[in-house]
């Protein structure tokens, strides 16, 4: 795992363009404005590959997120090895938000001062955060232009036939407060879900197995392959969901009033940016609507599901953190890398005990699918597998390696192996011994499944959206059985997956899918990066996530 100070270290790594960029803004503001620490121009737009469209229309509103620093990146970082080291005497002593917020967040002082300016040069203050990380905010192009000392532009995309905003020059402003970054002033890259349809299917028709409508798989069919008919429903816990876009409640509704259970979560939206966070009528919910549906399938008795809704990933991820309230969490966007910025609420989930989940992607390699967020050292990344069962609500039959699970080393230089991945390389996997793999675990993600969205409901649905939200639903079973025993959370779900995955009894505890190849990889015995460690294998796996996690537990 890389140290936090190269967080910030790698963002100005190239000095040429950095160093220009910068001062070409303190002398557009008059040479007395601050700097931010990290870059927000484009490298299309620095290197003219994009070229100049028009000016935006000045009353163009933009959300974005003001980002102030954390403190002791390095010791959090140290924190987080300790809290996950069995050897430790802080072994999963996790951190409330007010003790992570007065160790390792931006002061009061420079929070209130920030809030004070921002306010008082006319943004629209629509968040505020309990760790005093960010601030949500709305304002004109020609509000940020005039507080942030930059001339916005409309570019031609490179790669896409869209025209993209973004400032021509990097941002600085007249507070002395040190703040590291806004995000969205430039939506160059579109955040995308990691859902997708289609009817191609490897084993035929006639191999179809699931509960719904022509054989396809509903949530339930998968909580009984994974989980089996155990006694763990998710009493008690609650799970968070990152969202970009609303939901629509009648999908959800529609879908357990069909094929069942009986709804009895509370489905809660929150928007953290003033976002709509739910819809009616005909609109775009796939991705919200199946990550609920499965979530709540894997784990029926769920006490509710947070909806985090936002027009920023960041702003949904650091709300997840500085509240706090549910376990286990999930996202399946992949969204432009802020890596300085998102480390950091990654880092500060892990020491609060709460495990984020992300989907590694759907066309095969990282650079197509992504590759952000699933890099990060610091959260679990799940691929995907093609499932077959016995029959309807039938047991587990066979896993291979789904032929568009995104995985490989990382592309950016800077994210190293973590020590707990390095044992697991090896020349079968072809994975990098000086890189991060992806991804970690896998779970079902071929076009076998079936959800409602959209007023709709119907099968041929895929991706690995569904394997990040069904370990989620997984998890807050083993939280279930922790929390009836007395035991603390499961918390950063890595050091103990590749802890367990060690062990010689392994494949007890995962389903090693074996077979399938996706890009370069295919999905061997042991590790792989097409499927990491495999899906889950029912509750010997919870009983061994708890006797590793805390083996002293009543």
């Known amino acids: 795992m890389r140290d936090g100070l190269t967080v910030f270290s790698r963002r100005l790594a190239d000095w040429p363009r950095a160093l220009l960029l910068v001062l070409a803004g303190a002398f557009a503001s008059g040479g007395h404005a601050t700097a931010l620490l990290t870059l927000h121009v484009p490298p299309s737009v620095a290197d003219g590959s994009a070229p100049l469209v028009a000016a935006p229309d000045p009353a163009r509103t933009l959300r974005i997120a003001i980002v102030l620093p954390m403190r002791d990146l390095a010791g959090l970082d140290a924190l987080i090895r300790d809290i996950y080291d069995p050897a430790h005497p802080a072994y999963r002593h996790y951190l409330s938000v007010a ?37 949500d905010a709305t304002a004109s192009v020609a509000t940020l232009e005039r507080v942030l000392h930059v001339k916005f532009g409309l570019y031609q995309h490179p790669a896409e036939s869209r025209l993209f905003i973004a400032p021509a020059i990097e941002p600085a402003v007249d507070l002395n407060v040190p703040l590291l970054h806004v995000v969205g ?92 966070a739910t819809c009616s009528g005909k609109c775009n919910d796939v991705e919200q609507a199946l990550d609920i549906e499965y979530a709540i399938a894997m784990a029926p008795a769920l006490t509710q599901v947070q909806v985090y809704v936002a027009a920023t990933a960041d702003s949904v991820l650091n709300r997840m953190a500085s509240d706090n309230v549910s376990a286990q969490l999930s996202t399946s966007w992949g969204w432009k890398q802020e890596a300085a910025t998102d480390d950091p609420i990654f880092m500060e989930m892990a020491v609060q005990g709460q495990t984020l989940l992300t989907a590694s992607g759907d066309y095969s390699t990282l650079i197509k699918s992504g590759p952000w967020p699933e890099e990060s050292a610091y959260i679990t990344g799940v691929g995907g597998t093609d499932l077959r069962t016995t029959g309807p609500g039938g047991a587990w039959a066979g896993e291979i390696g789904w032929k568009d699970s995104a995985g490989g080393p990382s592309v950016d230089p800077e994210i190293t192996i973590p020590a707990y991945q390095l044992p697991f390389i090896n020349a079968a996997n072809q994975g990098s011994p000086t890189l991060r793999n992806v991804p970690d675990i896998g779970g079902d993600a071929d076009t076998l499944n079936y959800i409602c969205a959209e007023q709709k409901c119907s099968g041929q649905w895929g991706g690995t959206s569904f394997a990040s939200p069904i370990w989620a639903g997984f998890l807050a079973l083993a939280n279930q059985q922790a929390a009836e025993r007395g035991a603390p959370r499961i918390g950063f779900l890595n050091p103990l997956v590749y802890a367990l995955g060690g062990q010689k009894n392994y494949q007890a505890l995962f389903h090693d899918t074996i077979g399938g190849t996706s890009g370069l990889y295919t999905a061997v015995k042991g590790y792989d990066l097409v499927t990491g460690f495999g899906s889950p294998h029912g509750p010997a796996l919870i009983d061994a996530v708890l006797q590793s996690a805390v083996p002293d537990a009543p």
């Open 185 to 276: 002033l430039d939506d160059f890259t579109l955040p995308t879900p990691r859902v997708i349809h289609g009817a191609e299917l490897a084993a035929g028709a006639g191999s179809l197995t699931g509960s719904a409508p022509g054989g396809w798989y509903l949530g339930s069919d998968i909580r009984a392959a994974y989980y089996g008919g155990g006694a763990l429903t998710g009493a008690g816990q609650s799970l968070g969901l990152m969202e970009l876009g609303p939901y629509d409640p009648t999908d959800i509704d529609d879908y357990f009033a069909q094929f069942g259970p009986p709804l009895s979560t509370a489905v809660v939206p929150i928007s953290t940016d003033g976002s709509p």
């Open 99 to 135: 003790q992570f917020t007065e160790r390792f967040g931006p002061s009061a002082a420079d929070y209130a001062a920030a809030l004070q300016f921002f306010g008082e040069q006319g943004l629209k203050i629509t968040g505020t955060a309990a760790n005093r990380y960010m601030i």
